[in-house]
């Protein structure tokens, strides 16, 4: 990746791929089953969106990884041109699955869908993701429960550190994919620093094109998180993409850049505008609150998108209210909207060396709350 | 209206209005809550769209139609500039509401939301309209069910009928809205060409702006449909639109535009789009079907839906079967498509005196079925 600027340990930049360039610090809409949920791909881009998370797990289920190989991979099936990062089903084999075993050689599970026998092995997700024609390609590791002991949080640490070497070199097995795509190491080590140290020392070992910080945004809290970080960043290569896995909340995601995270990804605007709830810089809004349903003013004046320049808050509380598909439609563009000015902001704010200012603006804003007054 | 062409009875030409020109035959969308399903309203009228249908029994009962007026009319609270007609009501509360008890003055039914009480008259159907901003307002009548003995039909034709001079009274009371907005009536009578006859005869009297056939595609069938057109359609004033309300299938419409009719609306493009039915020149496919999993091909390769020129049968078919939002948005526009394609093959036709040819090739390449080689 290309660093252009530094503010602190924050960092923006460009990471270069064969589909187009990602803005960092980049946040990742997630397209889950080959689509992010209640969008059309070019709304998405739209929003500002540069690359987007597919999951391995999910799509070998269905419609399988072979199927979308014969249909000319994920970015054709989708219709999405740009680069797309693959997760390597480590996370929702544990989180998804039913009757999962692990082993040293990898995961055995039953689908979530309809109860079929599966294995996601290292070289098994390196095979899909290629299958996938994935962009960035996430190592398979075993996600951490939280709360682990020591000794738990040790033997699976080491666990995804050998996976991680299979992983390596089963991506590096001289397929025209590997020449043309990277891949990236996840660090683990739940919240003792000794471990999260010797986890990046192995994967640094190994030599991966990016390193992802795995583990965190499972209930240890913010404090918690940003403490990992804190001790965690600084070992990591600064000249490659540092990613966050899985967060986060608009202040996570602040406070990661702050310490030097290029890139994210997170569930929560999308599945937040299916359920009724708007992101905004004063915090977020229930669309389903009666307050609103007579007021003719956007849910942020400010805001670009056409939820915003369309629609008044009492027509959103409407379709909310009434299960109407206009309404996830809507909000999730809001969302996505919202977190890639946040994004915007933040990389402007890196360039001009001036991330303080910005991040107190960001926390004071929100602080005032009163999201009727925006 | 000006009709601008004529071939055998069919006819076609442009209603104007003061939120623009509806060209006929015309086919219009549902927005039954204020939003055509899964639909941006921009994207609706990229099918093609002149004109949408608003529903007053939903409407009435959420968000109300105070509240939208209070929020400057339907038009803006749904993003729809061009016009809209709103049906009266009075087919939704005989299908769908509860405890209903129709008396000389109207109906009086509990909402099927929220068993809250309510009362439609003609005066009362006349003010909802008006305060949604209809461009075509209906009469309000009651939608006589089908099958009824010749007397029963009658009694309820000669009630539309006093509803029907009630509603011209209501809406023209003087108010600004009447002056640049239309009234049409209905025809009743079911499968009885003597009544139905009777009903032509007494609005014309009245003379409305415009005339729909009700109590038509309740379950009568296509060819006592058609038979009631032709001995219908010859009463009714030639200058004003014809409207037939809530037909219907593909070749429904092509045999009523046949028989003169110049307006349609009808649920089942939207509808059958969130069932995973797509329409094509060859019939119905149903997404859902097995068949379609590893087909590259666009539903229909001659559509210029974005369905069509983005996505394969393939990834349609894994949509629906997801339960992915996207499947009934693309679908939807797909139908919607369908259906506007089709209605401007059949005004291009009119124009040209050739449309008994177009209606040969539609019914031929029907039979030919085959939606695989499309």
């Given at each position: 990746?290309?660093?252009?600027?530094?503010?602190?340990?924050?960092?923006?930049?460009?990471?270069?791929?064969?589909?187009?360039?990602?803005?960092?610090?980049?946040?990742?809409?997630v397209g889950t089953s080959a689509t992010?949920?209640?969008?059309?791909?070019?709304?998405?881009?739209?929003?500002?969106?540069?690359?987007?998370l597919g999951n391995t797990y999910h799509l070998m289920l269905r419609p399988t990884a072979e199927r979308i190989a014969n249909l000319?991979g994920l970015?054709?099936f989708?219709?999405?041109?740009?680069?797309?990062?693959t997760d390597s089903g480590g996370f929702q084999v544990m989180s998804l699955a039913k009757l999962r075993k692990i082993t040293e050689e990898g995961v055995s599970f039953q689908s979530h869908i309809d109860g079929s026998k599966h294995m996601l092995s290292p070289e098994r997700s390196m095979e899909i993701q290629r299958l996938l024609g994935a962009?960035?390609v996430m190592a398979f590791d075993e996600c951490t429960p939280?709360?682990?002991?020591?000794?738990e949080?040790?033997k699976s640490?080491?666990l995804s550190?050998r996976w991680a070497k299979r992983s390596?070199d089963a991506f590096?097995n001289?397929?025209?994919?590997?020449?043309?795509?990277?891949?990236?190491?996840i660090?683990q080590?739940?919240?003792?620093?000794?471990?999260?140290?010797?986890?990046?020392?192995?994967?640094?070992?190994?030599?991966?094109?990016?390193?992802?910080?795995g583990?965190?945004?499972v209930?240890?809290?913010?404090?918690?998180?940003?403490?990992?970080?804190?001790?965690?960043?600084?070992?990591?290569?600064?000249?490659?993409?540092?990613?966050?896995?899985g967060?986060?909340?608009?202040?996570?995601?602040?406070?990661?850049?702050?310490?030097?995270?290029?890139?994210?990804?997170?569930?929560?605007?999308?599945?937040?505008?299916?359920?009724?709830?708007?992101?905004?810089?004063?915090?977020?809004?229930?669309?389903?609150?009666?307050?609103?349903?007579?007021?003719?003013?956007?849910?942020?004046?400010?805001?670009?998108?056409?939820?915003?320049?369309?629609?008044?808050?009492?027509?959103?509380?409407?379709?909310?209210?009434?299960?109407?598909?206009?309404?996830?439609?809507?909000?999730?563009?809001?969302?996505?909207?919202?977190?890639?000015?946040?994004?915007?902001?933040?990389?402007?704010?890196?360039?001009?060396?001036?991330?303080?200012?910005?991040?107190?603006?960001?926390?004071?804003?929100?602080?005032?709350?009163?999201?009727?007054?925006?």
């Amino acid at each position: 990746m290309e660093i252009t600027q530094t503010d602190g340990k924050a960092r923006t930049g460009v990471i270069g791929t064969v589909r187009g360039e990602i803005r960092t610090p980049a946040f990742m809409p997630v397209g889950t089953s080959a689509t992010v949920k209640a969008m059309k791909p070019e709304t998405v881009r739209e929003t500002g969106a540069d690359i987007l998370l597919g999951n391995t797990y999910h799509l070998m289920l269905r419609p399988t990884a072979e199927r979308i190989a014969n249909l000319g991979g994920l970015h054709k099936f989708m219709n999405w041109p740009l680069p797309i990062l693959t997760d390597s089903g480590g996370f929702q084999v544990m989180s998804l699955a039913k009757l999962r075993k692990i082993t040293e050689e990898g995961v055995s599970f039953q689908s979530h869908i309809d109860g079929s026998k599966h294995m996601l092995s290292p070289e098994r997700s390196m095979e899909i993701q290629r299958l996938l024609g994935a962009n960035i390609v996430m190592a398979f590791d075993e996600c951490t429960p939280y709360p682990a002991t020591r000794k738990e949080t040790e033997k699976s640490m080491l666990l995804s550190v050998r996976w991680a070497k299979r992983s390596y070199d089963a991506f590096h097995n001289g397929s025209d994919h590997a020449r043309d795509n990277a891949l990236f190491g996840i660090v683990q080590g739940g919240v003792f620093e000794g471990l999260r140290r010797q986890s990046v020392a192995a994967l640094k070992e190994i030599d991966f094109d990016g390193y992802a910080v795995g583990g965190l945004a499972v209930g240890e809290g913010q404090d918690v998180m940003f403490e990992v970080l804190d001790y965690t960043m600084p070992q990591m290569p600064k000249a490659k993409p540092r990613y966050l896995m899985g967060v986060g909340k608009p202040d996570d995601i602040v406070g990661a850049v702050q310490r030097g995270i290029d890139m994210f990804d997170c569930v929560m605007p999308s599945r937040s505008g299916r359920t009724g709830q708007a992101f905004t810089r004063r915090g977020t809004v229930n669309m389903k609150n009666s307050r609103h349903i007579d007021d003719p003013r956007p849910i942020d004046a400010h805001c670009g998108c056409s939820a915003c320049k369309d629609y008044s808050r009492a027509y959103i509380s409407h379709l909310i209210r009434s299960g109407e598909i206009l309404g996830p439609m809507l909000l999730t563009e809001h969302n996505l909207t919202y977190y890639q000015d946040l994004m915007a902001g933040l990389r402007g704010a890196i360039s001009a060396k001036s991330l303080d200012d910005f991040v107190d603006e960001f926390h004071k804003t929100r602080a005032r709350g009163d999201v009727d007054a925006l």
